[in-house]
Structures are given as structure tokens and as C-alpha cells.
């Protein structure tokens, strides 16, 4: 198989360079989702200041879709607040990547997933203090 | 540069010999290879019967009429078992196989099992190996049939075809093997190793697409799967592909004059990339059996690495993965899961099937891409930092994950 074919040109521009890649220095939240079982884990840790998320980087486990999406969320999220960072929907990550193969569509899920973990955990962690 | 192809288990290019003895019968010599009261259609029969005598020749069938010509071996495969099966009087009775057989088997075991026949899987070991004892143990009165690959397309594990075949004969029972990957490879005799029936693909070895053949021993009957002009025997009716049969019977004759030479070739090329990714990249696993293996197949799994991100980064290069994201079902390799290869390891596995075409610089390159590439998405991947940091990725208590069924 030659997925190259199958990708957009961002796809692979993510898949080759992906951007933030990492986790963040003392994470105000960190969304672990996924399953090494079903191929394919995302860990999304970001710093918030001011109700914004103000860094955000990834670690991911999964196809060329899934690590392109990853990128590009953390790219999307930059400079958001926390509500409208949870609007950003896995269809909008995919369509900011020029569109994804119908059958890895799904994997744009995981970025979606990763993130709303990751505020939900900030959220918690907020709430305890 | 032209990607290298190293898919060779999926299909491999037509030979130029084998195009070259095809070319007259897909232009002049037009003639029906049944319609013998004429030179064209005298000469088709002619050519045909040539062709089953070079694939008579390759396996060790002692008479060219063995021979049944199919559209290739998903078809030989049917032909065999519901030919065998249905040709019982009752409907009914024991077939043993394994279950990493190709799916042309699996899914007709499974058909004939709705018509009433019962079917038994027989255990293999951690590398797809038969266990001997354990399939003589499982044969029943009414069971009818063995049937057992000679060698696997994922793993390339071959199968002791010879002992199965001596088992089934002691106990006066049928042996079926799908040689598909092994012809070409393994030096098979239907005669030595004791099979009575025997699934053949022209273009696995480098013949064309639609057209194979079942090695069917003199003196089996088979219900025909489709009825006809009484062709091959009255076992496949249908006009035959006379230059589908010269392609093939071109490409038995050149897998079993290369047989030695190239094996050896494949033999060498394949460990020098096997050595190579053993050597420089850590946490690798071989998938298969580390010697009773095809000499063109390699399988490994890169720990923590996704088989398809890997293979995207081996620009270049025609590969497969036993990945579910490779997979229109987004399953991972049913291959692997038989041989209890944890869901994880399944998702990080490349197949590697070399073929004539491939040569140490291709090897030698890729080698450079994998190196690189595991590295640099290791690097990307949250497992790896929980390995290393002494977390059990297969007890970890991972999230709820449906986004699969979204």
C-alpha cells in the first residue's frame, strides 16, 4: 500500500513535521484517550492561563491520520479559551487538514477526545483546589 | 524513483517469459481449446495441455489430467473442500484445519459447517506451527478431510505438509493444501508428501492474475462448484483461458527451474534485512517461526510504533501491516491474533515479501528508513515514555474507547 496517496498534502506536511510534539512542563491538564488494543493512544497536555490554553503539545501512538491530527489540534487550540477550544469538533480538525480518507475519519476522533480529556482533567484538578 | 515493491505475498509481477509464450494466444491464436475440429482450436488444446503438464511437473503429479484448471485458488480452495464435501451421499461429516488459513478456506469452512458439516481447528504454537499429536488426536470417524496450508502469506511459516500428509493417509482421510506461497519456494511433491488435492495461483509466482489450478489426485471425484460444458474433467465446466493457462504453466516451469537458485537469493536478502533490523533497532519482534519460514517473508513488530505511520515513513517502498488502520474492517492481522500476539504488537507489525526484482541496495535503503523512522515516531509515542518509565502498558487501565463505531 502506498498511503501516500490517500493523504492531502497537510496530512503529510503534519504526519513529516509534526508540530508540538511533547508534553508540557508541569501540565495544568493532561487527556490520556485511546487504546494500544485498537492502535492507537493520544496524550494532549496543556498549560491554561486565564480560562486560555496557552501551550499545548502531544504524544501519539496510531496512523498517519491519527498523528496528523494530533498536530494539528494543538495548533487549533493555541490562544482559544477553554469553551471555545471544546467547540473544535473532530470534522473541523480533519477539514483544517484538507479532509481525511473516509475510513480514517475516525481517527480524528482521538484529537477530539484528547482534548476535551485534557480540560476536563484541568477542570477537575481546578475544582479540588 | 520508482517505489520498490515488497508486497510479493499479495501478487507479483508478470514474468516477461511468462508474457512472451501468452502474447499469441491473446492475438492469433484465438481458438477454443474444446473445439478440436480445426487447427485453432487444435492447437489452443495443444497449448493447454502443455501448460498442465509444466504444473504437473512443478508439484510431482504423476498425470497431467490431475490438473483442474480454475480461476485461481480462492476458487481451488472452494472447488476442493464443497467439492469434497458435497459430494458425500449424507451432508455431513469432520474436516480439520488451522486457523490461520487463508480466508478462501476460513469462510468456506464455515459455509459447509451451515450445511451440516462440523469443523475442527487444530492448535498451532506461538509461530503458527501445526501440533502433530495434537491434529492426529482430533480426528474423528467421520472426519473426511485435512486441510492444511504449506506455508503462511502473513508469517511465513511452512507447515511439516509431509507429516500432516502421512497422518491423513494413515488414517485413510483426504489432504488438502493450499501451496499458494510456498510453490516457487519450498520444494513440493504431491506424491512424496502425500496430498491428494493441491490449490495453485498462477500470479504468486509471477504468472498472470485469474487463472490457478487444483491438484486433484487420480480417482477423487468432486461435485462440480459450476456446471457446464463438462470441461476439466467435468470438475469446472467453462471455456478455458488458454493463455491464462500457458502463463501459468510458463510460470511453474520457471518456479521450479529457479526454485533452488532463487530461494538461496531470497534466502540471503531476506536475512540481511532481518540481521540489519534486528541489529540496529531494539524492541523488535519476529512474528513467524524464526526458521521454518518462506525465504522471501519477513514479519516484525516495531514495540510502540504503529504499523501504518511506519510505513508512510518508508517513502518509497510497497509494503503491507497486520494494522487495523490498513484494514477495511479496522481489524489487526486475525493472522497474528491466532498466534496470541497481544492486540499491541499486532497494530506495530510490517510484512516484508521480497521478490525477484528486489536487491541488497533496496534493502540497504529501507533498512536506513526503518532505522530512522522508529526512532523518530518512538519519539512521538506516549507508550514508549510509559515503557521506559516502567509502566505496564498491558495492565494499564486505558480509557473506554468506542470512537471506532463512531
Known amino acids: 500500500m502506498d498511503a501516500w496517496d490517500d493523504y492531502t498534502e497537510e496530512v503529510m506536511d503534519h504526519y513529516e513535521h509534526p508540530r508540538n510534539v511533547g508534553v508540557v512542563d508541569n501540565p495544568d491538564g493532561v487527556g490520556i484517550v485511546g487504546n494500544p488494543a485498537c492502535g492507537d493512544v493520544m496524550k494532549l497536555s496543556i498549560r491554561v492561563e486565564n480560562d486560555h490554553i496557552v501551550e499545548a503539545k502531544f504524544k501519539t501512538f496510531g496512523c498517519g491520520a491519527a498523528i496528523a491530527t494530533s498536530s494539528m489540534v494543538t495548533e487549533m487550540v493555541k490562544g482559544k479559551s477553554l469553551d471555545e477550544a471544546l467547540q473544535i469538533s473532530n470534522k473541523a480538525v480533519a477539514q483544517s487538514l484538507g479532509g481525511l480518507p473516509k475510513i480514517k475519519m475516525h481517527c480524528s476522533v482521538l484529537a477530539e477526545d484528547a482534548l476535551k480529556a485534557a480540560i476536563d482533567d484541568y477542570r477537575k484538578k481546578k475544582k479540588e483546589k | ?406
Open chain 2, 1 to 406: 524513483m520508482k517505489t520498490v515493491y515488497l508486497d510479493h505475498h499479495a501478487t507479483t509481477p508478470l514474468d516477461a517469459e511468462v508474457l512472451e509464450v501468452m502474447m499469441p494466444y491473446l492475438t492469433t491464436e484465438f481458438g477454443n481449446a474444446s473445439s478440436t475440429t480445426h487447427d485453432y482450436g487444435r492447437r489452443a488444446r495443444a497449448a493447454v495441455e502443455r501448460g498442465r503438464e509444466e504444473v504437473a511437473a512443478l508439484i510431482g503429479a504423476e498425470q497431467p489430467d490431475e490438473i483442474i484448471i480454475t480461476s485461481g485458488a480462492t476458487e481451488s480452495d472452494n472447488l476442493a473442500m464443497k467439492g469434497l464435501a458435497l459430494q458425500r451421499a449424507d451432508h455431513s461429516g469432520h474436516i480439520i484445519t488451522i486457523a490461520i488459513e487463508h480466508k478462501a478456506i476460513l469462510d468456506t469452512a464455515r459455509f459447509l459447517e451451515k450445511q451440516g458439516f462440523s469443523v475442527s481447528f487444530a492448535p498451532i504454537d506461538r509461530y503458527g506451527l501445526v501440533d502433530l499429536e495434537e491434529l492426529r488426536g482430533l480426528i474423528r470417524p467421520d472426519t473426511f478431510l485435512i486441510t492444511i496450508q504449506a506455508a503462511n502469506s502473513e508469517i511465513g511459516t511452512i507447515q511439516p505438509i509431509a507429516e500432516i500428509g502421512a497422518i491423513a493417509h494413515e488414517h485413510n482421510l483426504l489432504f488438502h493444501t493450499d501451496a499458494v506461497q510456498a510453490l516457487g519456494k519450498v520444494d513440493v511433491d504431491v506424491v512424496r508428501d502425500h496430498i491428494d488435492m493441491l490449490s495453485i495461483s498462477a500470479h504468486k509466482i509471477y504468472g498472470p492474475k485469474g487463472v490457478g489450478a487444483l491438484y486433484v489426485r487420480k480417482g477423487i471425484r468432486l461435485q462440480p462448484l459450476i456446471h457446464g460444458g463438462g470441461h476439466e474433467m467435468g470438475m469446472r465446466s467453462g471455456t478455458l483461458n488458454v493463455a491464462g493457462v500457458v502463463g501459468l504453466g510458463k510460470a511453474a516451469l520457471l518456479a521450479k527451474r529457479d526454485l533452488v537458485s532463487e530461494s538461496a537469493r531470497l534466502t540471503a536478502l531476506r536475512d540481511r534485512l532481518r540481521q540489519g533490523i534486528e541489529s540496529r533497532i531494539d524492541l523488535v519482534q519476529l512474528n513467524g517461526h524464526p526458521t521454518r519460514r518462506l525465504a522471501n517473508n519477513l514479519n516484525f513488530s516495531f514495540s510502540f510504533v504503529e504499523g501504518e505511520s511506519l510505513m508512510l515513513g518508508c517513502r518509497g517502498f510497497a509494503l503491507s501491516s497486520g494494522s487495523a488502520c490498513t484494514s477495511a474492517s479496522l481489524q489487526s492481522s486475525y493472522v497474528l491474533r491466532a498466534l496470541q500476539v497481544p492486540d499491541a504488537i499486532a497494530h506495530s507489525s510490517i510484512r516484508f515479501g521480497l521478490g525477484k526484482s528486489n536487491t541488497d541496495e533496496q534493502i540497504d535503503a529501507l533498512l536506513e528508513l526503518l532505522v530512522e523512522n522508529v526512532k523518530r515516531l518512538r519519539e512521538m509515542s506516549p507508550l514508549y515514555d510509559m515503557a521506559r518509565e516502567g509502566i505496564d502498558i498491558e495492565s494499564f487501565s486505558w480509557s473506554e474507547h468506542d470512537h471506532h463505531n463512531h
